[in-house]
C-alpha cells in the first residue's frame, strides 16, 4: 500500500509542475516582476507538500519561527540539514519571505522543474569550475541578501542518510561573513518518512526546528559553521534520539551511543567527541521503528 501511495503522489506532481511551469515561464517572458514569479513557484511546491499528507500521510510539524527575521530588508543564511527532496519543497512553502537555492547546474536539465527554478532569481553553480564557482556565490549570495531575500543552503553538500553526519561545509558561513548577516540553523527530520534513496515513502511526522540566529560578527568562517553544526546535530538527536542504523554500516564501526546518535570509531576517536580507543564498542544494530 505505501509503495501505491508513493507512486500516486509521484504521479500527481509529475503532472501538477506542467501547468505550474508553464504560468512561470509565462510570467518570466511578459515581464512580471521577481515576486510574482516566485509565488506561482511556492504554489507549486506547498501544493506539492500539503498534498503529501492525503496521499502520503506525511505531515510536518514546524517550531522557531519566532528566531526568523522579521525586518524585511534583514537578509539571513539558512544553513538546513538535508535527509530528503521534501525539505527542498518545504522550505520555500513555510517560509514568509523569498528564499534563494544555491544548487548545481544539472538540475537545470530537469524538464519542468528545472526550467522553473532557472527563471528565478536562485545561484547555480558548475562546481567544476572551483574557485571561480564559489566567486559567483559570493557575488550573486550578496546581491540577494542585499534584497532582504533569504540564501538557503545544504551545509552538508548532498542528501544525508538518517542518524548520519556529512561533511560540514563553510561555503554558507563564508557567505554570511562576507554579507555580513546572521545564519540560521534549521534541522529536519525527514528521513523517518522519507528515505534518502528508496522510492517507498512511510507515513509519518516531519519535524522542523528553526534555530536561533547566529551572529557572523567577530567569528571565523570555521567558527561559525561550528556553532550551526553543533546546534543542528544536537538538535537532530533530541527530535530524532533513535534513528534507524542504515544495512550499510553493519560492517563498518559504526554503532549509536546512548541516546542513539551514530558513532564512528576511527583510531581512538568518535565523530561526536573523543573517548579512549579501549572504549570502543562493537556495531548494533538499532530496533526499526514503526
Not at 511546491?45 to 498534498?51: G, H, I, M
Not at 556565490?137 to 538518517?162: D, N, S, Y
Not at 522542523?208 to 561559525?224: A, N, Y
Request: aromatic share 8%.
Amino acid at each position: 500500500m505505501a509503495f501505491i501511495r508513493s507512486v500516486l503522489h509521484l504521479l500527481w506532481m509529475s503532472v501538477t509542475v506542467i501547468p505550474y511551469t508553464l504560468a512561470v515561464l509565462i510570467a518570466r517572458f511578459s515581464g512580471a516582476k521577481q515576486q510574482t514569479v516566485y509565488a506561482i513557484a511556492r504554489a507549486w511546491l506547498a501544493l506539492s507538500v500539503n498534498s503529501a499528507r492525503p496521499l502520503l500521510g506525511i505531515s510536518n510539524r514546524v517550531t522557531g519561527m519566532e528566531n526568523l527575521p522579521v525586518d524585511p530588508k534583514q537578509g539571513v543564511v539558512l544553513l538546513c540539514k538535508h535527509q530528503s527532496t521534501y525539505e527542498t519543497f518545504l522550505m520555500p512553502a513555510i517560509m514568509p519571505r523569498q528564499l534563494a537555492y544555491v544548487f548545481k547546474k544539472e538540475l537545470l536539465k530537469i524538464p519542468f522543474f528545472g526550467w522553473s527554478i532557472g527563471s528565478l532569481d536562485m545561484v547555480h553553480i558548475d562546481r567544476s569550475q572551483g574557485s571561480r564557482a564559489f566567486a559567483k556565490l559570493l557575488q550573486q549570495g550578496r546581491k540577494l541578501l542585499a534584497q532582504g531575500t533569504w540564501v538557503i543552503m545544504f551545509p552538508e553538500g548532498t542528501r544525508i542518510a538518517r542518524g548520519e553526519v556529512g561533511q560540514y561545509k563553510s561555503g554558507g558561513a563564508r557567505l554570511a561573513l562576507s554579507a555580513g548577516v546572521p545564519v540560521v540553523p534549521i534541522a529536519v527530520t525527514s528521513a523517518r518518512v522519507w528515505p534518502r534513496k528508496p522510492f517507498t515513502k512511510r507515513p509519518g511526522v516531519v519535524d522542523v526546528s528553526i534555530g536561533p540566529q547566529i551572529s557572523s560578527e567577530g567569528l571565523t568562517q570555521d567558527e561559525l559553521m561550528q556553532k550551526a553544526q553543533d546546534w543542528i546535530e544536537a538538535e537532530m538527536r533530541r527530535l530524532d534520539p533513535r534513528p534507524i542504523l542504515p544495512e550499510s554500516n553493519k560492517k563498518s564501526g559504526a554503532g549509536l551511543d546512548s541516546d542513539g546518535a551514530r558513532i564512528v570509531w576511527h583510531l581512538g576517536r568518535r565523530q561526536t567527541g573523543d573517548r579512549p580507543a579501549g572504549d570502543a564498542q562493537p556495531c548494533r544494530r538499532a530496533t526499526q521503528e514503526q
